[in-house]
């Protein structure tokens, strides 16, 4: 949500919610696992160029500053087109843990959940 105040604004992502903050950092052409979480959903904000998002069947290059909201039960990923490490910002709404990460592919030899 972008808040005006007379110096500019802000951007709050969240609000007395249950959630965590990560910095993501994603090393040049490497991708996260295509996976869902049953327990949260998730907010991106992509902070360097090179940065394409897999929410769904929908693949998008990113523009820096670009933000994404994706729903509890929706398959996405994060994949790096760059030549240089590409930061996104996430926050996780609800329980977020390591084993609601449901593994559909992995490039790394990671258990999958299919």
Not at 1 to 26: D, F, I, R
Not at 29 to 52: C, F, I, M, P, Y
Not at 57 to 73: K, M, N, R, Y
């Amino acid at each position: 949500m972008k808040v005006e105040k007379p110096w500019g604004y802000y951007n709050q992502y969240a609000h007395n919610k249950t959630c965590s903050v990560k910095l993501l950092t994603l090393y040049p052409h490497q991708e996260t696992s295509l996976h869902w979480h049953n327990l949260r959903s998730d907010a991106w904000v992509v902070l360097d160029k090179g940065v394409r998002v897999q929410i769904g069947e929908e693949l998008h290059d990113a523009t820096v500053g670009e933000e994404f909201f994706i729903p509890s039960g929706t398959v996405h990923r994060l994949i790096s087109t760059s030549e240089e490490p590409a930061r996104i910002l996430e926050i996780a709404f609800g329980y977020n843990h390591e084993e609601d990460n449901h593994r559909l592919a992995d490039d790394y030899g990671r258990e999958l959940q299919l």
